[in-house]
T-cell receptor, first 113, second 105 residues
Framework: DVKVTQSSRYLVKRTGEKVFLECVQDMDHENMFWYRQDPGLGLRLIYFSYDVKMKEKGDIPEGYSVSREKKERFSLILESASTNQTSMYLC????????????FGPGTRLTVT | QQPVQSPQAVILREGEDAVINCSSSKALYSVHWYRQKHGEAPVFLMILLKGGEQKGHDKISASFNEKKQQSSLYLTASQLSYSGTYFCGTVDMRFGAGTRLTVKP
């Protein structure tokens, strides 16, 4: 079974802090994705990566950056957390050419106060 | 532009049927469907490709009409386990806002 794990289920940070959200997958997938999920808005793509050290912006990259130094790990970074970044963050991975079949992690619920 | 789903929510009794619709203002080349149970990660159900082929997953099936730029998910004889939020997605990784399905005994 594909397993996608995220470093924390719940996280509380203060405005202005730098926040790191980690995602690890164990199926050797090339593709990895970061989404945020908000009520009434569904899943919105923040960034994705097709390979190590490669990244592409999604629909809402502002205020975020990513890092992919190893194939299995994809990190989402909030450079200076703001209250409007309070959300559920979901990481996913997939095989190349099969980006529609994504395996999601359990999510990190981030609260910025 | 995210696809638009309807209805936003639906409540059923066990054994009843439901239809969830997904439409896009942009050309659709494929549509994929996910289900997310409360507190869990979204799980891939199926993908619909150009050609109108109907796919199935247990008693859940779907159709895709690329001319109308829409897809529909059909849940037949619903079970309690069908409860959750259903999302449609497009090839460029845009998802609808979701349809919350509640099946009651």
């Amino acid at each position: 079974d594909v397993k996608v794990t995220q470093s924390s289920r719940y996280l509380v940070k203060r405005t202005g802090e730098k926040v790191f959200l980690e995602c690890v997958q164990d199926m050797d997938h090339e593709n990895m994705f970061w989404y945020r999920q908000d009520p009434g808005l569904g899943l919105r793509l923040i960034y994705f990566s097709y390979d190590v050290k490669m990244k592409e912006k999604g629909d809402i990259p502002e205020g975020y950056s990513v890092s992919r130094e190893k194939k299995e790990r994809f990190s989402l970074i909030l450079e200076s957390a703001s209250t409007n970044q309070t959300s559920m963050y979901l990481c996913a991975s997939s095989l190349p050419g099969l980006s529609y079949e994504q395996y999601f992690g359990p999510g990190t619920r981030l609260t910025v106060t | 532009q995210q696809p638009v789903q309807s209805p936003q929510a639906v409540i059923l009794r066990e054994g009843e049927d439901a239809v969830i619709n997904c439409s896009s203002s942009k050309a659709l080349y494929s549509v994929h469907w996910y289900r997310q149970k409360h507190g869990e990660a979204p799980v891939f159900l199926m993908i619909l490709l150009k050609g109108g082929e109907q796919k199935g997953h247990d008693k859940i099936s779907a159709s895709f009409n690329e001319k109308k730029q829409q897809s529909s998910l059909y849940l037949t004889a619903s079970q309690l386990s069908y409860s959750g939020t259903y999302f449609c997605g497009t090839v460029d990784m845009r998802f609808g806002a979701g349809t919350r399905l509640t099946v009651k005994p």
